[in-house]
C-alpha cells in the first residue's frame, strides 16, 4: 500500500475514533427531567449519572442548565446520563429540601453518590466533562501535589507499565477534559497522573515550559528498572487536545528504531502517517552495531518530532552516493528522499528541529526566507504575539486599580448617574489587548487623580456580557464616556496613556461651546478659554454664525456632537458676530481656526451646511499643514484617501526644507494631498517603507510621491535638485502631465489587518448560543442577593466584593467562573494552590 493511502486509512480511522467526543448541534434533546421518584428508581447498578435538583428553574440559574444540556451529548458517549430533577415544592428531602443543595449537582453511579459538585464549578461544557471523568476515575487518575508522590507511582510502575504525567494550570479547562478523555481510552494500557502544582512541573525538569500553558509528559517507565533513575520523559510540544493526546500516544507506542530492507520510497510508518519526517541512518553489516547504537540515540533526541530507521545498504539496491549516511523521507506526497552527507548526530537532530536546515543544504537561501516570510504571514497567531507577549512579561506586575471603579449589572447605571461624566471601560479579563490597554488605563487613573466631575471604571464583559450587549459594545475593548447617564461618546483612537487621557479631558467641555461674548470668543481663540483645557495642546475651531444663518449652526452643533472628545469646538453667534468674522476677513457662516494658542488664526468659509461634510471639514483643517507622520498619526491622514508627498529624512529636516515644504503645503489647492515627513530615527518603520518604495535604499533626504489609493504608483523627486518650493511645483506639474516615469508600483491589495478584528460577545454567543445575556447572574447569585456596600458606605454605587478592587495581577483573568477562560495566564491562588485562569 502506498504511503498516500497509509496515511488516508489512518486518518479516517483516527476521525472515527475521535467523532464520539465531538459534540454535535442540532441533535434531540438529551436532558431528561423527571420527579424525584422517577430519577432514583430509574438508577441502574454500574450506570453513571448527572443529577441537578431544582424546584423552579431562577434566572441566576438558567447558563448553568444550558451548559448542563449541551454536555448531556458528550456525557452520553461515556455512557453517563444527565438529568434535570423536578422538586416538588413540599419535597423537604436530602436533595430537594435545603436551598445549598438546589446549587449542586450530583454524580451517581447507580444508587451510590460519586460526587456532589457546586454549580458554579460546571461552567462550561470542558468543565462539566473534565469534572464528571475525573470524579469517575479518580481510582485511575492519581492526583499528585508533591514530587515525592510523583516519584512513588514512578517507582511502583518501573517495569511494569509507562506513565502519562499531564499538568494543567486550572481543573475545569478545556485542557484537563482532553486528559480525562484520553485517561477514559487509555487508562488500561498507561497509568495517568495529573497535577495543577506549577512548582511540580519545575521540579520534574521541565524548566522551559511556562506554566500558564498545560503540558504532558509521557514517562517511559515499562524500560526502567533503576529506582534511583528518573523514568526518561518526552513531552508533547503540541496544545493538549484530544487529538494531539492520541497522536503523541500513537507516536510513543511505535517502534523506538525500524530495521528496514526495502526501496525507502515504498516506507510507509506511523510517523509518516502522522505527518512527520522520517530519518533513515545508512548502514553497512561492517558497522551494523555502532549504527545501532546511533539510531537509537537520535531516535530518542527526535522521539515525538520523527521517526528512525535504519537501512542497510547490503540489502537494498540502492544508487545512492556511497558517502551518504543519512536520508529524510518528508510526509510530502511527490518530495523525493533526500540523500545526505553529515558529520555528526548533531546535525542529524538540527536536521529536523531546524526545518530550514534541509533548504541551506539543497537550495536557494533567500527562496527558503521568502517561503516562511509567506508561512508566517498565513499564521493566524501572530497578529497577537507581541500584546500576548507584553502581558504575560509583566504578568506579576500589580496593577493600582484603587481609582477605577469596578461595575456590575447592578451597580451600572446607578454609578453613571453619580457623577457628570463616566468614563468606562469594557474589557475581557482574559484578553490580550484588553489587559494592556488596562494598564494604559490605570496610567490615567492617576494622571486624573483628583479631576472633578469625571468617575473612571470598567466592566469585564466576561463577567457582565448581558451589560456590554445592552451597551451595543461588540468588540473589546472599548471605552465610552457617560454624561449623567444619558448621551455616551465612543473612543476610537489610539491606545497610549497620552491619547486617551486628552480624549477624556475634550469630552469634558462641551461640543461645541456656546460663547456668549467676543472677549470670550478671543480668548477661546487663543486657548486660555475655557480654563481647563489650557495645559493641554489642541487646535481650537470656532464656529462663526449670524441669525439667518440657522441651518449651518444646526449642522455645526450636530457635528459637534460627533466630534466630542476629538476636537474643542466653539461657536458665537450672537448680535455682533458680523464684526468678529469682518476681523478674520471671513463672512458667516464661517470657520475660524488657531493654531499654536492662537499665534496664526485662519478664516474658512462654511459653504457646505450638512453635518457630515462639516465633520469632514473639521477633521481635515484641525490636522497640522505640514505634520511629521508617526506610527500614531498615519490613521488620521490616511482615512481621507488622499495623495502622499512625503519628505523621509534621518533626524530633523533643515529649516530651508521646512520652510520650503510649508509654503508648498500652504499654497496647495485645498485637499489636494498630504505634505508630510517623516524621521526615520523616531520612526525606523520608515525604513521598510523606503524597501518596499524602491530596490534599494535610497540618499536620504528623499522626497517621494505616492498615491495609495490610486494606482499605487511611487515618484522621486529628482535628487539633483534642491527641495524648493518651485521646484516641487514644476515636478508636480510633470507627474500631472504624466512625464515622469514612476520608480515602482504597489500592489493592488488592500492594506488591511491579516485578519479582521474578534467579535467577542459573538465568540461567547457562539460558545453558549443561549445564554441570556440579559441576565448575566455571577455564579451562586439569585434574584434576591443584595451587593455589598462599598468602603465608603455609598448604596448607590458599589464595587464587587473582591480584593480586584485594590489590586489586580495583569494577565490574571475575572474572579468568578464565567470570567475563566482557557486560554491565558494562570493566577496563583492560596489555599490548595490550585491555579484558576
Known amino acids: 500500500m502506498s504511503a498516500q493511502k497509509d496515511r488516508w486509512v489512518f486518518s479516517f480511522s483516527f476521525l472515527l475514533f475521535c467523532a464520539s467526543s465531538i459534540p454535535t448541534r442540532g441533535s434531540a434533546r438529551l436532558l431528561q427531567e423527571l420527579s424525584p421518584q422517577e430519577y432514583f428508581s430509574s438508577l441502574q447498578a454500574g450506570r453513571a449519572s448527572l443529577a441537578y435538583f431544582s424546584h423552579n428553574v431562577s434566572p441566576g440559574a438558567q447558563p448553568f442548565l444550558e451548559q448542563i444540556e449541551n454536555s448531556a451529548e458528550a456525557l452520553q458517549d461515556y455512557g453517563i446520563s444527565v438529568v434535570k430533577v423536578n422538586c416538588p415544592k413540599e419535597d423537604v428531602s436530602r436533595y430537594c429540601g435545603k436551598q445549598n443543595a438546589l446549587r449542586r449537582a450530583y454524580l451517581f453511579r447507580g444508587n451510590m453518590l460519586i460526587r456532589e459538585f457546586p454549580t458554579d464549578a460546571l461552567f462550561d461544557v470542558n468543565s462539566i466533562v473534565a469534572n464528571v471523568l475525573f470524579a469517575l476515575l479518580f481510582n485511575e487518575v492519581k492526583y499528585v501535589e508533591t514530587l515525592a508522590d510523583l516519584q512513588n507511582i514512578e517507582n511502583a510502575l518501573k517495569g511494569r507499565s509507562n506513565m502519562v504525567f499531564a499538568y494543567v494550570p486550572a481543573t475545569g479547562t478545556a485542557e484537563h477534559r482532553a486528559v480525562m478523555e484520553a485517561a477514559f481510552a487509555y487508562g488500561t494500557v498507561h497509568q495517568f497522573v495529573l497535577t495543577t502544582e506549577a512548582t511540580l512541573l519545575k521540579d520534574t525538569g521541565d524548566d522551559e515550559s511556562d506554566v500558564s500553558s498545560a503540558r504532558l509528559l509521557f514517562c517511559h517507565c515499562q524500560q526502567a528498572t533503576d529506582l534511583a533513575e528518573p523514568c526518561r520523559r518526552t513531552a508533547m510540544g503540541q496544545t493538549l487536545t484530544m487529538l494531539n493526546i492520541h497522536r503523541h500516544l500513537k507516536l510513543m507506542g511505535a517502534p523506538l528504531v525500524t530495521e528496514v530492507a526495502e526501496d525507502p520510497e515504498k516506507v510507509s510508518t506511523v510517523h509518516l502517517q502522522l505527518g512527520l519526517p522520517l530519518v533513515f541512518i545508512l548502514?553497512?553489516?561492517?558497522?551494523?552495531?555502532?549504527?545501532?547504537?546511533?539510531?537509537?540515540?537520535?531516535?530518542?533526541?527526535?522521539?515525538?518530532?520523527?521517526?528512525?530507521?535504519?537501512?542497510?545498504?547490503?540489502?537494498?539496491?540502492?544508487?545512492?552516493?556511497l558517502r551518504s549516511n543519512v536520508a529524510l523521507k518528508t510526509p510530502d506526497e511527490g518530495v523525493p528522499i533526500k540523500y545526505l552527507v553529515l558529520e555528526d548526530t548533531d546535525e542529524v537532530i538540527t536536521l529536523v528541529e531546524d526545518k530550514n536546515k534541509i533548504e541551506q543544504i539543497q537550495e536557494d537561501e533567500e527562496e527558503e526566507e521568502e517561503d516562511e516570510e509567506e508561512k508566517e504571514n498565513n499564521n493566524q497567531d501572530i497578529q497577537d504575539d507581541q500584546v500576548v507577549e507584553a502581558v504575560s512579561r509583566d504578568k506579576k506586575r500589580e496593577l493600582p486599580l484603587e481609582q477605577i471603579l469596578v461595575l456590575t449589572e447592578e451597580t451600572f447605571h446607578s454609578a453613571l448617574l453619580e457623577t457628570a461624566r463616566t468614563v468606562v471601560l469594557f474589557y475581557a479579563s482574559w484578553e490580550a489587548v484588553s489587559l494592556a490597554v488596562l494598564r494604559s488605563y490605570t496610567e490615567v487613573a492617576d494622571h486624573l487623580k483628583g479631576t472633578q466631575g469625571v468617575l473612571l471604571s470598567r466592566v469585564n464583559c466576561w463577567d457582565w456580557p448581558g451589560v456590554c450587549a445592552k451597551?451595543?459594545?461588540?468588540?473589546?475593548?472599548?471605552?465610552?464616556?457617560?454624561?449623567?447617564?444619558?448621551?455616551?461618546?465612543?473612543?476610537?483612537?489610539?491606545?497610549?496613556?497620552?491619547?486617551?487621557?486628552?480624549?477624556?479631558?475634550?469630552?469634558?467641555?462641551?461640543?461645541?461651546?456656546?460663547?456668549?461674548?467676543?472677549?470670550?470668543?478671543?480668548?477661546?481663540?487663543?486657548?486660555?478659554?475655557?480654563?481647563?483645557?489650557?495645559?493641554?495642546?489642541?487646535?481650537?475651531?470656532?464656529?462663526?454664525?449670524?441669525?439667518?444663518?440657522?441651518?449651518?449652526?444646526e449642522a455645526f452643533e450636530e457635528a459637534g456632537s460627533i466630534l466630542s472628545g476629538h476636537v474643542t469646538m466653539g461657536m458665537y453667534f450672537e448680535d455682533d458676530a458680523l464684526a468678529l468674522s469682518r476681523k478674520y476677513a471671513v463672512s458667516p457662516p464661517a470657520l475660524l481656526l488657531a493654531r499654536s494658542g492662537g499665534r496664526s488664526v485662519e478664516g474658512i468659509a462654511l459653504s457646505k451646511q450638512s453635518a457630515q461634510d462639516m465633520v469632514r471639514t473639521i477633521r481635515y483643517e484641525s490636522l497640522d499643514i505640514f505634520p511629521e507622520i508617526t506610527v500614531q498619526n498615519l490613521p488620521r491622514y490616511l482615512q481621507?484617501?488622499?495623495?502622499?508627498?512625503?519628505?523621509?529624512?534621518?533626524?530633523?529636516?533643515?529649516?530651508?526644507?521646512?520652510?520650503?515644504?510649508?509654503?508648498?503645503?500652504?499654497?496647495?489647492?485645498?485637499?489636494?494631498?498630504?505634505?508630510?515627513?517623516?524621521?526615520?530615527?523616531?520612526?525606523?518603520?520608515?525604513?521598510?517603507?523606503?524597501?518596499?518604495?524602491?530596490?534599494?535604499?535610497?540618499?536620504?533626504?528623499?522626497?517621494?510621491?505616492?498615491?495609495?489609493?490610486?494606482?499605487?504608483?511611487?515618484?522621486?523627486?529628482?535628487?539633483?535638485?534642491?527641495?524648493?518650493?518651485?521646484?516641487?511645483?514644476?515636478?508636480?506639474?510633470?507627474?500631472?502631465?504624466?512625464?515622469?516615469?514612476?520608480?515602482?508600483?504597489?500592489?493592488?491589495?488592500?492594506?488591511?489587518?491579516?485578519?479582521?478584528?474578534?467579535?467577542?460577545?459573538?465568540?461567547?454567543?457562539?460558545?453558549?448560543?443561549?445564554?441570556?445575556?440579559?441576565?448575566?447572574?455571577?455564579?451562586?447569585?439569585?434574584?434576591?442577593?443584595?451587593?455589598?456596600?462599598?468602603?465608603?458606605?455609598?448604596?448607590?454605587?458599589?464595587?464587587?466584593?473582591?480584593?480586584?478592587t485594590k489590586a489586580e495581577k495583569v494577565g490574571s483573568p475575572g474572579r468568578d467562573l464565567r470570567g475563566t477562560a482557557p486560554r491565558l495566564a494562570a493566577r496563583e491562588k492560596q489555599g490548595k494552590r490550585h491555579s484558576k485562569l
Open 471 to 553: 451597551e451595543n459594545v461588540t468588540q473589546l475593548p472599548t471605552i465610552k464616556i457617560y454624561e449623567k447617564g444619558e448621551r455616551s461618546v465612543m473612543y476610537n483612537g489610539m491606545w497610549g496613556t497620552e491619547e486617551l487621557t486628552s480624549f477624556i479631558m475634550l469630552s469634558r467641555v462641551s461640543c461645541p461651546l456656546k460663547l456668549a461674548t467676543i472677549d470670550e470668543a478671543e480668548g477661546y481663540l487663543r486657548g486660555e478659554f475655557p480654563s481647563e483645557l489650557s495645559s493641554y495642546h489642541h487646535t481650537s475651531l470656532l464656529g462663526v454664525f449670524s441669525t439667518a444663518t440657522s441651518e449651518a449652526r
Open 283 to 321: 548502514s553497512q553489516k561492517e558497522t551494523y552495531e555502532a549504527d545501532r547504537r546511533t539510531a537509537e540515540f537520535v531516535a530518542w533526541q527526535l522521539l515525538g518530532k520523527a521517526g528512525v530507521a535504519l537501512l542497510s545498504r547490503d540489502l537494498v539496491d540502492l544508487n545512492i552516493l
Open 640 to 804: 481621507f484617501r488622499k495623495p502622499f508627498l512625503i519628505l523621509f529624512s534621518d533626524g530633523d529636516i533643515s529649516q530651508m526644507e521646512s520652510k520650503e515644504m510649508l509654503k508648498l503645503a500652504k499654497g496647495r489647492p485645498q485637499e489636494a494631498f498630504v505634505a508630510c515627513w517623516l524621521n526615520l530615527k523616531k520612526t525606523p518603520v520608515g525604513r521598510g517603507v523606503l524597501k518596499a518604495y524602491f530596490a534599494s535604499m535610497p540618499s536620504l533626504p528623499v522626497l517621494v510621491w505616492v498615491n495609495l489609493h490610486a494606482g499605487g504608483q511611487v515618484f522621486k523627486f529628482p535628487s539633483e535638485q534642491s527641495i524648493t518650493e518651485m521646484n516641487i511645483l514644476s515636478w508636480l506639474e510633470k507627474l500631472k502631465a504624466g512625464l515622469e516615469i514612476p520608480s515602482s508600483t504597489l500592489s493592488e491589495e488592500d492594506w488591511k489587518p491579516p485578519l479582521p478584528a474578534y467579535d467577542f460577545l459573538q465568540m461567547m454567543e457562539t460558545a453558549v448560543p443561549e445564554l441570556p445575556l440579559h441576565t448575566s447572574h455571577r455564579r451562586g447569585d439569585t434574584p434576591e442577593r443584595h451587593p455589598p456596600e462599598s468602603p465608603g458606605g455609598d448604596t448607590a454605587v458599589r464595587e464587587e466584593p473582591s480584593q480586584e
